[in-house]
């Protein structure tokens, strides 16, 4: 059996329709700048239509290589290619990107501070029953521990589009792009307004009792935590902080004097993760507030449907609605 | 473009003497710094030499110019014995190989393509370079540029996996315009090579990965320059290996086929001895 063409949202069962992940948007936004920018070129290791590569590749064949399964290869062919004044999009599983390929970036990439960009895609726990080998909880963690590297975590499509094409016209250095599988629900409306730039957090809703500091896909369950939160009388701030690294200082630190409670939500571990390198920030001003971090407790998730695990792992809106009280003692 | 010295009329002659050149700076350098890679930088001397004395395009005044030919180490740990081959041809002057590995000084065991003029990237982690010449080699195809690109392997390093998929990566997009060089100098850290864990068939197994493998004595300098003159076309659809039979520690007796002086430190009455043989070599 090969095709199924009912998605069912809630439980994500797998099926083949690619077509379904709306938020891989990079092959779309690479294809749109490529005649502008002949010195873009994408790879893949063998999953060039899962991680929304395709749409690139099939209109620049000569400037789209697939590697096979060889990440390492593919990963330090990358850096090789930008020395010669290229800007490589570099596209696969997250867990074989940022995690398995982890060394290659440190010391092919970001050592000499090449303009590669790594897009690793499907990460937390979006392969669901696939099982560890397919999560990700590390990659956030890994790649920001390597000095050069940007890293962001776009909440949808539009932002992963709008931050492609920001590295593309105007950034410099090294870039890990961190997206989930791309059959979530958009948090942003395509317009002509840019509405994400690297570096600078977005204050998507506002509140004076807590601050939620969210990224990726976090973000759309933050802010439905937040409706649900403020039913209960709490009015929250949602942040999407997606950039973790440089990281928006300002908004964290204003969140923490305007809100005095500050919880973090990512698809990841909390140790190394959005919540560690907010709790850095908090920790070495001079600014006291409540904080926690939420996400996977120092865990390697259980097998199951994602719809499932996010519920299990209070990753949904009700499940961070419910941490969030928890945590505020309501 | 690099104009070679026009005094020495023998160019094998002059390669001979650069390759004592980056002997006997590597023994000074390495004495510095109290600890370095003698063998696996012996073994690949005449190498060196005949690549940026005979073989390579490059402009030491536009290091990175566009069209120039590439060269990287996979086996970067050998870096001690180029620095005084770039700086003799001219990338930056002699004396700043004076600073070699003291605090903050561009020059340390592994090459930095950020630090130094005439490295064309880092190295260090053994197994990226092929990797690094396969990306080198489709930028060069998709500007229409004729340049090539050198990788320099260790034998040991054929033993790291990143290797293999480069390898047939190569193949499969028809590098033509990569050329990797193995300098099999048959020892590694912890012993012979062969002992610690087996690549042979070499050449068998490079052909199994659809390149065309030459076979060369890599301290014989007419055969390096009659293989290098004769490589197919950078535009040929089969990239092509040198298999170098080369001896760690060659030209220095003691050294000779000897896996201990792979990282070594020499003794005064030691250095002494190495210089006057190498100085004293044919």
Not at chain 2, 47 to 66: C, G, Q, S
Not at chain 2, 221 to 227: A, Q, S, Y
Request: charged share 25%; glycine share 8%; net charge negative.
């Amino acid at each position: 059996m090969t095709t199924q063409n009912t998605f069912h949202k809630d439980t994500w069962e797998l099926y083949k329709g690619l077509e379904m992940s709306k938020q891989l948007t990079s092959g779309k936004t690479l294809a749109a700048l490529a005649d502008e920018y002949p010195e873009v070129v994408a790879m893949s290791a063998d999953l060039s239509k899962p991680t929304g590569l395709w749409p690139f590749a099939k209109e620049y064949p000569e400037r789209f290589f697939n590697f096979g399964l060889a990440e390492k290869n593919m990963v330090t062919a990358a850096a090789g290619l930008a020395s010669t004044g290229k800007i490589p999009f570099v596209s696969t599983y997250a867990s074989f990107l940022g995690v398995l390929a982890a060394e290659n970036i440190r010391t092919a990439v970001a050592y000499p501070n090449l303009n590669v960009r790594l897009i690793g895609t499907h990460t937390g726990i979006a392969m669901g029953f696939y099982g560890t080998s397919h999560h990700a909880t590390e990659d956030i963690s890994i790649t920001r521990a390597m000095a050069n590297m940007t890293v962001i975590s776009p909440a949808d499509g539009v932002a992963l589009a709008e931050m492609i094409e920001e590295s593309v016209r105007t950034y410099d250095g090294p870039i890990y792009f961190r997206v989930s599988r791309g059959r979530e629900e958009p948090v942003y409306t395509e317009s002509k307004e840019v509405q994400n730039k690297i570096g600078k957090a977005n204050i998507l809703r506002d509140g004076s009792d807590l601050t939620i500091i969210a990224c990726g896909i976090e973000v759309l369950q933050a802010l439905r935590a937040a409706d649900q939160l403020s039913e209960a009388g709490i009015e929250t701030r949602v942040i999407d902080m997606h950039t973790i690294k440089p990281m928006d200082v300002e908004a964290v630190l204003n969140a923490a004097e305007e809100t005095g409670a500050v919880l973090t939500v990512e698809e990841h571990n909390i140790q190394g993760g959005l919540g560690s390198a907010v709790a850095e920030v908090l920790m070495e001003s001079n600014v006291s507030c409540k904080f926690k971090r939420h996400g996977f407790y120092d865990e390697n998730s259980l097998i199951g449907k994602p719809y499932h695990l996010y519920k299990h792992y209070k990753l949904d809106a009700e499940g961070i609605a419910s941490v969030a009280k928890e945590f505020l003692n309501k | 473009m690099t104009e070679v010295n026009t005094d020495i009329k023998n160019k094998v002659e002059l390669i001979k003497e650069k390759a004592k050149l980056s002997r006997l700076e590597t023994i000074r350098l390495i004495a510095k710094a109290k600890s370095g890679h003698y063998g696996s930088s012996f073994s690949s001397s005449e190498i060196f030499a005949t690549l940026y004395y005979h073989v390579m395009n490059y402009d030491p005044e536009n290091h990175r110019w566009k069209s120039r030919d590439r060269f990287v180490m996979g086996k970067g740990h050998s870096a001690v014995g180029v620095y005084p081959i770039l700086a003799d041809v001219g990338f930056f002057p002699k004396e700043e190989l004076d600073t070699y590995t003291d605090l903050g000084s561009p020059f340390g065991d592994h090459p930095d393509m950020n630090k130094i003029k005439g490295i064309d990237f880092g190295s260090g982690s053994i197994g990226h370079g092929l990797s690094v010449g396969v990306g080198m080699s489709l930028g060069a195809r998709l500007d229409n540029e004729d340049y090539r690109t050198f990788i320099l392997m260790g034998d040991g390093e054929m033993q790291e996996g990143q290797v293999w998929e480069a390898a047939m990566s190569a193949a499969n997009f028809k590098l033509g315009n990569l050329i990797g060089i193995v300098d099999n100098n048959k020892v590694t850290v912890d012993g012979h090579t062969h002992e610690m864990m087996n690549i042979e068939p070499l050449k068998e197994k490079w052909e199994s990965f659809g390149w065309n493998v030459i076979e060369v004595d890599g301290h014989n300098i007419e055969k390096l320059i009659e293989t290098f003159d004769n490589l197919p076309q950078a535009n040929s659809d089969i990239p092509t290996v040198i298999i170098a039979d080369t001896i760690a520690g060659k030209g220095v007796s003691f050294m000779e086929h000897g896996y201990e002086w792979h990282v070594a430190n020499l003794g005064e009455d030691d250095i002494k001895r190495a210089v006057e043989e190498i100085e004293g070599g044919q």
